[in-house]
């Protein structure tokens, strides 16, 4: 198992070198197959949850051009097909471009083993968000079942790193989902987590996106809250004046697009929706849920 372990921890390009890269529960990593699209299975153990669309496009244009560079890595199943275990961008760029098949690593792994390989690859080698990257470590310790530390022995982070990640996922969801579509950075993530109340963390969140304010001014306003002993600040959101009738709708929508949505009813029942975004990023994912 610790021959296993200290393969894993070199990264999945260790496996692939060559003959000797051999761990417990894999074969050596056949180069230059040519498997078609439709024979690779998506992998369940993903930790990847959002792909932005214009970066996806980027890929499949630098695909339609250039080729699949960097083989993907996939298991070979018992029926003839093969699951993915890491390169679902370059599989879903590959698909958008039409092409019929791609270049593969084709390995053999027990579920466990192969779920380890999925998260070391992606956390090494993908542009995860904070939030996918801090998922990945909670389901490397409870899922693979390995301690904190090992944790970051095997992607080269000290601990202090990985156990901030970790702490980000005791944020409230509405901040987690800022984190995830870049309205707010690690910083301010860092600095929130510092606030005892949920309350008063949604506060401060939502006056940082509609302020723009930047990680200094948080930890300011983070400092000042804990100085007056973890009271409420004088300074509160603005009463929601949507009238009571509307009242479940707009939770509804703001629930659906994780984001501040607003009803404006004027006296003659006359109104518009709002719906805001904190970037261009955002706005794309707006538009997909829209569609």
């Given at each position: 198992m610790?021959?296993?372990?200290?393969?894993?921890?070199?990264?999945?390009?260790?496996?692939?070198?060559?003959?000797?890269?051999?761990?417990?529960?894999?074969?050596?990593a056949?180069?230059?197959?040519?498997?078609?699209?439709?024979q690779?299975e998506?992998?369940?153990?993903?930790p990847?949850?959002?792909?932005?669309?214009?970066?996806?496009k980027?890929l499949?244009?630098s695909?339609?051009?250039?080729g699949?560079i960097?083989?993907l890595?996939?298991?070979?199943?018992?029926?003839?097909?093969?699951?993915?275990v890491s390169?679902?961008?370059r599989?879903?760029?590959?698909?958008?471009?039409g092409?019929?098949?791609?270049?593969?690593y084709?390995?053999?792994?027990?579920?466990?083993g192969?779920?380890?390989?999925?998260?070391i690859?992606?956390i090494?080698?993908?542009?995860l968000?904070?939030?996918?990257v801090?998922?990945?470590?909670?389901?490397?310790?409870?899922e693979?079942q390995?301690?904190?530390?090992?944790v970051?022995?095997?992607?080269?982070?000290?601990?202090?790193?990985?156990?901030?990640y970790l702490?980000?996922?005791?944020l409230?969801?509405?901040?987690?989902?800022g984190?995830?579509?870049?309205?707010i950075?690690?910083?301010h993530?860092?600095?929130?987590i510092?606030?005892d109340?949920?309350?008063q963390?949604?506060?401060?969140?939502?006056?940082?996106?509609?302020?723009?304010?930047?990680?200094?001014?948080?930890e300011?306003l983070v400092?000042?809250?804990?100085?007056?002993?973890?009271k409420?600040?004088?300074?509160?959101?603005?009463r929601?004046?949507?009238?009571?009738?509307?009242?479940?709708?707009?939770?509804?929508?703001?629930?659906?697009?994780e984001t501040?949505?607003?009803?404006?009813?004027?006296?003659k029942?006359k109104?518009?929706?709002?719906?805001?975004?904190?970037?261009?990023?955002?706005?794309?994912?707006?538009?997909d849920?829209?569609?």
């Open positions: 610790n021959a296993k372990r200290n393969a894993l921890g070199r990264g999945l390009g260790a496996l692939l070198a060559g003959d000797d890269a051999i761990a417990e529960g894999f074969s050596p056949v180069t230059n197959w040519k498997i078609p699209v439709g690779i998506a992998n369940p153990w993903q990847r949850t959002h792909f932005e669309e214009t970066s996806l980027e499949a244009e695909i339609r051009i250039h699949v960097q083989p890595t996939v298991r070979k199943l018992t029926n003839g097909q093969y699951q993915l390169g679902e961008r599989l879903r760029a590959s698909k958008l471009v092409l019929t098949d791609v270049p593969a084709v390995l053999e792994a027990d579920q466990q192969m779920l380890e390989m999925a998260l690859e992606n090494q080698r993908q542009d968000n904070a939030i996918e801090a998922i990945s470590f909670k389901r490397l310790i409870d693979v390995i301690r904190q530390e090992e970051g022995e095997r992607v080269g982070k000290d601990r202090s790193t990985v156990t901030n702490r980000l996922l005791k409230p969801p509405e901040i987690q989902a984190i995830r579509d870049a309205k950075g690690m910083g993530a860092r600095a929130l510092n606030v109340k949920v309350e963390q949604l506060y401060i969140y939502r006056k940082a996106i509609s302020e723009a304010l930047s990680v200094r001014k948080i300011e400092r000042a809250l804990q100085q007056e002993g973890g409420t600040t004088k300074a509160r959101p603005a929601d004046e949507t009238p009571p009738a509307y009242r479940s709708v707009q939770d509804s929508l703001r629930n659906r697009f501040k949505v607003q009803i404006k009813v004027d006296d029942g109104g518009e929706i709002v719906l805001p975004f904190g970037s261009t990023d955002d706005l794309n994912r707006l538009l849920l829209l569609e």
